[in-house]
């Protein structure tokens, strides 16, 4: 997991390095790129791994 918010915030930076040309661009990319890991984490990863506990929980 760490990987891929490490990747993110690489990528993110070095999209917006190129678009932008200025070292300040490419920080707040990095800046995106983390926040959007953490957006897919809270709205797609929490949520499977809550109906996967609760399905365990009831059934198992």
């Known amino acids: 997991m760490i990987g ?8 993110g930076g070095l999209v917006a390095y190129f678009m932008t040309d200025s070292k300040e661009g490419a920080i707040e990319g990095a800046v995106t790129g983390g926040a959007v890991f ?3 984490i809270v709205k797609i ?16």
């Not at 809550?50 to 059934?59: G, I, S, T, V």
């Open 45 to 60: 990863v929490l949520p499977l791994m809550l109906m996967l506990f609760l399905f365990k929980a009831c059934f198992g």
């Open 38 to 40: 953490f957006g897919i």
């Open 4 to 11: 891929f918010l490490i990747l993110f915030i690489v990528i």
